[in-house]
Nanobody, 115 residues
Framework: QVQLVESGGGLVQAGGSLRLSCAAS????????MGWYRQAPGKQRELVAS???????RYVDRVKGRFTISRDNAKNTVYLQMNSLRPEDTAVYYC?????????WGQGTQVTVSS
């Protein structure tokens, strides 16, 4: 079993920054990828960013140039640095991990961007 714990969410003014963290623990053997989804009320879940075991990163177009995903392999932790935040970034952000074809999810952390 794998457990994911997110942190770093909060309330920030438009144009500000937040850094999300996701620490994985448990039966970790071979991580294929980690990343972040987000979901706003009444909206579909959206894949924001991902990073593979090889270090390749991908971003949804609307966050490119503003968000950066990174990882600390020694700590099994993935980060999401969010800059130039906009009100439309407001959502619950969920960390995920893929291992041997199985997806694991964190509990989510709320990000609210005020105008």
């Amino acid at each position: 079993q794998v457990q994911l714990v997110e942190s770093g969410g909060g309330l920030v003014q438009a144009g500000g920054s937040l850094r999300l963290s996701c620490a994985a623990s448990g039966s970790i053997f071979s991580i294929s990828a980690m990343g972040w989804y987000r979901q706003a009320p009444g909206k579909q879940r959206e894949l924001v960013a991902s990073i593979t075991s090889g270090g390749s990163t991908r971003y949804v177009d609307r966050v490119k140039g503003r968000f950066t995903i990174s990882r600390d392999n020694a700590k099994n932790t993935v980060y999401l640095q969010m800059n130039s935040l906009r009100p439309e970034d407001t959502a619950v952000y969920y960390c995920y991990l893929v291992q041997r074809g199985i997806y694991y999810w964190g509990q989510g952390t709320q990000v609210t961007v005020s105008s």
